[in-house]
């Protein structure tokens, strides 16, 4: 058995019979794991059912995405905190796995399960793979050798300790959704810890709430102005004056894609972050500077070279933007 303890973090809004699915699912791991379901707002019945069932359980009043995950921390007792949702599949030894790997590699901030598309079980979707200097994120559909190294990933086991060095918190409040996951992943390097996938530890994902409450353009904009944030809160000066001028030119020629696909949605709403560039260089600038209060100057960062790499640029412009 591992030595760490675990608690399951779960985000719901309005998905009572996915909930119920996933504590059936998580009730039949191999080691005893404590549940916080994080509410935003439900309004099916979620609380009742809760109410009577032992489990810990926080709720916000409005929908404030993926930062609600801040407000069942402090529920939380375990060693390791996994990031989870209603739309998960586990394995029945997967905490297991993740755990027994944090144990083992202090270094490990974040223990990250291979992620099987639940729709289409012949798909591997792992996200956090790799990371552009222009800042663009994505994933790779093969299955993983041993544990392989990850700038970041918005589903995993994380060590506790390791966060409470990184500030103490899941996600950065002001993201709603996108790029929250990229910001924990560089506050724990930053902070001296690895993000790793293990290729024995497996979870079935079934979809995304976010897409049935924004619009492909909402979705974007949010996705291009937070990692735009991210990335001037997070890159070290020289790296960051390099790349920050390329990261514009190629959002330029990502909305010369949308335009001649005709998704003017898309195109719009890039069009909209790159017009309000001065406000995203006032946030990201602020947050640096109270980022660099706790984790200290960017620049003692040891990044690594191969998370930022353009070998998958033609990737992008084909899928993920």
Same mark, same amino acid.
């Given at each position: 058995?591992?030595?760490?303890? *675990?608690?399951?973090?779960?985000?719901?809004?309005?998905?009572?019979p996915?909930l119920?699915?996933?504590l059936?699912?998580?009730?039949?791991?191999t080691?005893?794991?404590?549940?916080?379901?994080?509410?935003?707002?439900?309004?099916?019945?979620? !609380?009742?059912?809760?109410?009577d069932?032992?489990?810990?359980?926080?709720?916000?009043?409005?929908?404030?995405?993926?930062?609600?995950?801040?407000?069942?921390?402090?529920?939380a007792?375990?060693d390791?905190?996994?990031?989870?949702?209603?739309?998960?599949?586990?394995?029945? =030894?997967?905490? !297991?796995?993740l755990?027994?790997?944090?144990?083992?590699?202090?270094?490990c901030?974040?223990a990250?399960?291979?992620?099987v598309n639940?729709?289409d079980?012949a798909?591997? =979707?792992?996200?956090g793979?790799w990371?552009?200097?222009g800042?663009?994120?994505?994933?790779?559909?093969?299955w993983?050798?041993?544990?392989?190294?990850?700038?970041?990933?918005?589903?995993g086991?994380?060590?506790?300790?390791?966060l409470e060095?990184?500030?103490?918190?899941?996600?950065?409040p002001?993201?709603?959704?996108?790029?929250?996951?990229?910001?924990?992943?560089?506050?724990?390097?930053?902070?001296?810890?690895?993000?790793?996938?293990?290729?024995d530890?497996?979870?079935?994902?079934m979809g995304?709430?976010?897409?049935?409450?924004?619009?492909?353009?909402?979705?974007?904009?949010?996705?291009?102005?937070?990692m735009l944030?991210?990335?001037?809160?997070?890159?070290?000066?020289?790296?960051?004056?390099?790349?920050?001028?390329?990261?514009v030119?190629?959002?330029?020629?990502?909305?010369? !894609?949308?335009? *001649?696909?005709? =998704?003017?949605?898309?195109?719009?709403?890039?069009?909209?972050?790159?017009a309000?560039?001065?406000?995203?260089?006032? =946030?990201?600038?602020?947050?640096?500077? !109270?980022?660099?209060?706790?984790?200290?100057?960017?620049?003692?960062?040891?990044?690594?070279?191969?998370f930022?790499?353009?070998?998958?640029?033609?990737?992008?412009?084909?899928?993920?933007?």
């Amino acid at each position: 058995m591992p030595k760490g303890s *675990v608690t399951v973090l779960l985000i719901t809004m309005d998905e009572l019979p996915n909930l119920k699915k996933v504590l059936a699912n998580l009730s039949r791991q191999t080691v005893p794991v404590e549940i916080v379901v994080c509410d935003n707002a439900s309004s099916d019945g979620t !609380k009742e059912f809760i109410a009577d069932k032992g489990i810990k359980y926080v709720r916000n009043e409005r929908n404030i995405g993926t930062p609600v995950f801040n407000l069942g921390l402090p529920l939380a007792t375990g060693d390791y905190v996994f990031i989870g949702a209603t739309d998960m599949e586990f394995e029945p =030894d997967c905490m !297991k796995r993740l755990a027994r790997h944090l144990d083992e590699h202090e270094d490990c901030g974040m223990a990250v399960p291979v992620n099987v598309n639940g729709n289409d079980r012949a798909r591997i =979707d792992i996200g956090g793979s790799w990371l552009s200097r222009g800042f663009y994120g994505g994933a790779v559909h093969t299955w993983p050798q041993g544990t392989v190294n990850m700038p970041f990933s918005g589903v995993g086991l994380v060590r506790r300790s390791a966060l409470e060095k990184a500030g103490g918190f899941l996600y950065e409040p002001s993201f709603f959704i996108y790029a929250e996951d990229v910001d924990l992943g560089l506050r724990l390097l930053r902070a001296g810890y690895l993000t790793e996938m293990l290729s024995d530890a497996v979870l079935y994902h079934m979809g995304y709430q976010a897409r049935k409450i924004f619009t492909p353009g909402e979705l974007t904009t949010r996705i291009e102005r937070n990692m735009l944030v991210t990335m001037i809160s997070h890159l070290p000066a020289g790296r960051l004056a390099a790349y920050f001028p390329y990261a514009v030119l190629l959002r330029i020629a990502v909305i010369a !894609k949308d335009l *001649v696909k005709r =998704d003017w949605q898309r195109a719009r709403a890039r069009a909209g972050v790159l017009a309000g560039l001065f406000d995203v260089l006032r =946030d990201g600038l602020a947050r640096r500077r !109270k980022l660099a209060g706790f984790l200290g100057s960017p620049s003692r960062t040891p990044f690594f070279g191969g998370f930022f790499s353009e070998s998958p640029l033609k990737r992008i412009f084909l899928s993920y933007v």
